[in-house]
């Protein structure tokens, strides 16, 4: 068994027997007794914390790949095929409250209702009886959807930081993109009990998946020096930022692995993106897209951002954006979701490979 890894996929492309048997099993552990009171407590983790280093750069990317693997593991005693999907947000950035991603019956459910903004129909919502600790209802409250969530260019241009640059990095996974996430599903998942809606988890794989990516670029990446010069426990646990810098070698043999999805026709242009981010990242501006709402200042408030660093947010936000801004009515099918006129990338490749010959 040792070689066994636990495949993540992204949510909306794994198969939806796969969907259900997670969300059959966050059900469980949120709902059956055997499990509900470890369920509780490990969400009470993330809430009583929630003000500490864990939502900070010295602990935040670790701590969350702890929390992770704990949910992980409860929901694997109640089915141990069970794997925590991620969200792939990136790819639906230009309309992410349309994925399939909040499916009522394949998914998470979809926006809450009224005021209370609360859930009603699918597996979370008030018509199954599903309830939250210390809230009640599930309740969302998605701000309107006009190119709100950072895109695929936004993920690529983070993941090209390099090494020196290894705070802009974790600035920008843990502000510009995962806040302003988590910001824009609203109501819980902006609070100290965002844990307790079940797409936290979803949306920190990615997070994790992020990091992951951007440690394979090297061991100087992967065992950053920042992680490895601490010499303390992460709050509310017993394993040290270090215990959690490598997926391929967790505590108790564990091995995650996270799957690319399938994206037919968009594969090789999203490759293309990609490698253009790694070479030259700044030339991305030029590429035309649905541009991203600036960060809301009540983002920052919400998650405690420093001054300083909401300063460089602000400076990363604008390298993130593009020059020219396109708007939905020129994009179609796919093209509408992901917010970027294949046409364009196309156009760009060709310019790039005149350039480098
Ligand atoms: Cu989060």
Not at 173 to 193: P, S, Y
Not at 332 to 341: A, F, H, P, S, T
Request: glycine content about 6%; aromatic content about 12%.
């Amino acid at each position: 068994m040792k070689n066994c890894y636990r495949v993540r996929g992204e949510f909306t492309h794994i198969p939806k027997k796969e969907r259900l048997r997670y969300l059959q099993a966050v059900l469980a552990i949120s709902t059956q007794a055997q499990y509900k009171k470890r369920y509780e407590a490990l969400l009470e983790i993330h809430r009583k914390y929630f003000r500490t280093p864990i939502h900070k750069a010295p602990n935040f990317l670790p701590w969350h790949r702890w929390f992770l693997l704990q949910y992980e593991n409860l929901l694997r005693e109640v089915d141990c095929k069970v794997t925590v999907p991620y969200w792939d947000w990136s790819l639906v950035a230009a309309d992410p409250f349309n994925s399939d991603f909040w499916n009522d019956a394949y998914g998470f459910g979809g926006n809450g209702i009224g005021f209370p903004p609360c859930v009603r129909t699918g597996l979370f919502g008030v018509l199954n009886n599903w309830t939250i600790p210390y809230g009640g209802c599930l309740q969302r409250n998605f701000i309107p959807t006009q190119g709100v969530i950072p895109n695929v260019v936004a993920v690529f241009q983070t993941l090209a930081k390099n090494l020196t640059s290894f705070s802009d990095f974790e600035l920008m996974l843990r502000v510009n993109l995962h806040d302003v996430v988590h910001f824009a599903i609203g109501a819980v998942m902006i609070g100290e009990n965002s844990a307790a809606a079940p797409e936290f988890f979803p949306v920190h794989s990615f997070v994790d998946k992020t990091w992951d990516e951007w440690q394979a670029k090297g061991n100087l990446y992967r065992f950053h020096k920042s992680y490895l010069a601490q010499n303390y426990t992460m709050p509310g646990t017993s394993v040290m930022s270090a215990d959690f810098l490598n997926n391929e070698a967790l505590p108790e043999c564990v091995k995650v692995k996270y799957a690319q999805p399938t994206l037919g026709n968009w594969e090789g242009l999203i490759k293309d993106l990609k490698r253009m981010a790694e070479r030259n990242p700044n030339e991305l501006q030029n590429l035309p897209r649905m541009s991203m709402a600036k960060i809301n200042e009540k983002t920052f408030e919400a998650f405690h951002v420093t001054k300083e660093e909401r300063q460089r947010a602000r400076r990363l936000e604008r390298d993130i954006e593009t020059k020219y801004p396109i708007d939905k009515t020129q994009l179609v099918g796919m093209e509408k979701m992901i917010g970027i006129r294949a046409v364009d990338i196309k156009y760009m490749m060709d310019k790039d490979k005149t350039i480098s010959v």
